[in-house]
């Protein structure tokens, strides 16, 4: 099994700026291409960054491009979702997810999930 924490939530006013992190353990970490969603309240879920094995392609919705930065550290287990210039519409539950194949860049074939981390932006 894989096991996912996210962390470095929390809340910030518009303008600023935050940096999450997942640490996943259970398997080799970069076996796995990594994604970034979030679930505002009475929304659906969004994928908003992914971020290839080797950590060389990166991929981000329209609403978070140029505002949002995927990274991973394959010898940490570790991936990252630096924040900038946040907005009150980023608040959302932030979750991070592996995926073993298929069209990560387009938010399919996640397998692994974490418990996800609360951003707050206000106004």
């Known amino acids: 099994q894989v096991q996912l924490v996210e962390s470095g939530g929390g809340l910030v006013q518009a303008g600023g700026s935050l940096r999450l992190s997942c640490v996943v353990s259970g398997r080799t970490f970069s076996a796995y291409a990594m994604g970034w969603f979030r679930q505002a309240p009475g929304k659906a879920r969004e994928f908003i960054a992914a971020i290839s094995w080797s950590g060389t392609n990166t991929y981000y919705a329209d609403s978070v491009k140029?505002?949002?930065?995927i990274s991973r550290h394959n010898a940490k287990n570790t991936v990252y979702l630096q924040m900038n210039s946040l907005k009150?519409?980023?608040t959302a539950l932030y979750y991070c997810a592996a995926a073993g194949g298929g069209s990560y860049h387009l938010g399919l074939?996640?397998?692994?999930?974490?418990?996800?981390?609360?951003?707050t932006v206000s106004s």
């Open 66 to 69: 140029g505002r949002f930065t």
């Open 88 to 90: 009150p519409e980023d």
């Open 109 to 119: 074939g996640y397998d692994y999930w974490g418990q996800g981390t609360q951003v």
